[in-house]
Structures are given as structure tokens and as C-alpha cells.
């Protein structure tokens, strides 16, 4: 079968990962890309040696030749340019965090629906290896029914000097990174039906917060933590490691730092070694995210392939959406959100 062809939107920061995945997915191309910055559409275009480059978004869609559409743009464009590939019934991948708000995100959900495109979220952190080792535990049921959870991300790491409107927005580390842990405890211990959280700004330097914790309960009745924090100075910086602890009614899981993983349950400890590969083009710590994004892309065509959804389709990722909105609206308002109420 011939291999399709897609075309990247936004070649900041973060595109040269998806660039490089995209390289390394069988059964797909990047055949054009676009950016409004005509340095970053220079560097990415020799990099890559991708030929067609577009100043704008409408005329690269005008002109066609391509299969799927990868937006990596930051969340500004994202509703205009998701709603682009819609109107051109082009499939879209579309960067987290997905939308501004979840109204907007339910509209870009509906745009595609309507326009019977797929729609995927590249909410890449739940196809970690290490995520992918605890799942694949709990579905061999090494610990029996799970009750309680812990999905912990602390670090110091300065991710301003990479990322640096992250310092700029009114909301920070729940919007930008958190997004990504509620996603993972969602993956883990399913959908959630009330929230519970608290905020904090400890760097002076930035205007949005950088510490929060969400109590979460989950529908089948267990309960987690969430807590991410960017004000966290340790000996042994842990970027970009999240960390869990699950206890069930047959055993534990422990994932700690450095990418190990413990098993316990009638049978003993088991402890294992689950770090991430380390992709010839990619370097640490960013290694962990990286082999993810090519995981997220190959699954992308894969299940495009096969006309089925995808694990982190726009409607599936509606519902982590919703934790985020909540966990601002809960520390705000000090009270708990019901979640059901806002899907
Ligand atoms: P960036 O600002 O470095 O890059 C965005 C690029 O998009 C810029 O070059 C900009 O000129 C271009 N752009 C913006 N609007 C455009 C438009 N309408 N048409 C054409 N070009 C446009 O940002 P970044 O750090 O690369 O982040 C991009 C997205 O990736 C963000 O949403 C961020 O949250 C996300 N991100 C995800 C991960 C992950 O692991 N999933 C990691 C880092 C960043
Ligand atoms: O994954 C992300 O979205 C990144 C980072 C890991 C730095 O938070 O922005």
C-alpha cells in the first residue's frame, strides 16, 4: 500500500521532534510544511529537506497533495487551523494543549465529526514506555482491582529557556504539563467524575501557576493524586519523569526515578527496568517524550490505515480537556467540579 503524505503546520520548538519522528514512521511522509516565521520554515525545510514550504496555512490547503495534516502550532491557531483541515476533509492531528477552552474544543471535535475526518490529539505522554509497562501490568492483573493512585511530576528543570511563553500565560503548569498527567491517571484508572484541586505560583518570574494538586475520583470508584510541580529543586532532577504509585487489592506498582518498576502481589517483588529507548536522533532528558512522539505518530497511521479510532481522538481527549478546565475552575472557586456536568 502506498505510504500517505502529510504536511506539518508550525515548525517551532517542538516540530523537530515530530519532524524526526515522522522519519521514522513506516507508511508516511512529510511531503510540505508551513510557518508564518520564514526562519523557522528555512531551518525546518533544510533540515528535513522538505521542498514545498507555505507562508500560510489556506494555500498550502488550496494546493493539496497531501493525506493528513500535523498542526504544531501553539494553541492560539489551533481552532482555525483544525477547522481548515475539516472544510478540506483533510484527517488532522492537532497538538495539545488542544484548545483555549472546552467549548471551543467540543466545536473542533464537531467540525471533524461533521466533516467525517479523523481527529487525533498528539497527547503523546501516555505512550511512554514506562506508562505502557503500568498499563500493561494492571491489564495482566498483577495487583487485582486498583483502589487508589498516585501520578506525581516535581521537577526544577527550566523549561522557559525552550518554551518561552510558557512564563507568559495567565495559566501554566496545569494547561501545559499537568494536561499530560491527567491524561496519564485517566489512561490508568479511567475516566474521573468529580475533581478537587489547589494552585500555587512559587517562581516570581512567571505569571501563571507552577505547583497544583487535584484530588480526582474516578467512576469505577478509586481515587488518585495528581500533583506537578516546576518549583521543586532536588538532588537528582527527574525532567521529565512522571512517577506512580498504584495500590490494588492484590498488590502495588511503583514507578520511581530513573525508570524502575516494582511489582508486588501474592507472588513477591518483581523489579524491572523500564526506560525508554534512546531514538538515534534524540537526547536526554527529552529521550523519554521523543520516542513517544514517534509511538503517537506510527499509531496515528496505523488505526488512520485501518479506519479505527484513536486512542487519543479529539472526543477522547474532551474528557482529559475537561479535567484541566476543572482544576482551574475547583481552585478558584474551592469547591469540587462535577465532571459529568461539563461533557
Ligand atoms: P513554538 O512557538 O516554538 O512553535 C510554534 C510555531 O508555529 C512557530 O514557529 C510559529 O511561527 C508557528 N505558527 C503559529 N501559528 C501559525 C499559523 N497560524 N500558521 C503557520 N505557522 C504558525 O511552540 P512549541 O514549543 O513548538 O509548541 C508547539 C505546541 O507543541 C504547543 O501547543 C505546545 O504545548 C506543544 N508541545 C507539546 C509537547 C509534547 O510533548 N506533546 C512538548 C512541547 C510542546
Ligand atoms: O510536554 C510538554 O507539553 C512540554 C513540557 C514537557 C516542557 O511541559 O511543554
Sequence with gaps: MAGLKGA??????????????WNDVEGAEIVAICDRDPERLKLVGDQFGIERRYSDAEAMFADGGFDFVDIATTVQSHRALVEMAARNKIPAICQKPFARTLSEAKAMVEACRAAGVALMVHE??????????VRKALDAGAIGT???????????????SGQPYLAEGERFIIEDLGIHTLDIARYILGDVSALTARTKRVNPGIKGEDVATILLDHENDATSVVDVSYATKLSKEPFPETLIELDGSEGTIRLSQGYGLEITNGRGTTRMDVSPKLLPWASRPWHNIQESVFAIEQHWVDQLRRGAEHSTSGADN???????????????????????AML
Design 146 to 160: 486498583p483502589f487508589w493512585g498516585r501520578f506525581s511530576f516535581r521537577s526544577g528543570y527550566d523549561v522557559f
Design 318 to 340: 474532551l474528557k482529559t480537556f475537561a479535567l484541566v478546565e476543572a482544576a482551574y475552575d475547583s481552585a478558584a472557586r474551592g469547591q469540587t467540579i462535577d465532571i459529568g
Design 8 to 21: 506539518l503546520i508550525g515548525c517551532g520548538f517542538f516540530a523537530i521532534n515530530q519532524m524526526h519522528g
Design 124 to 133: 503523546n505522554f501516555r505512550w511512554q514506555t514506562p506508562i505502557q509497562a
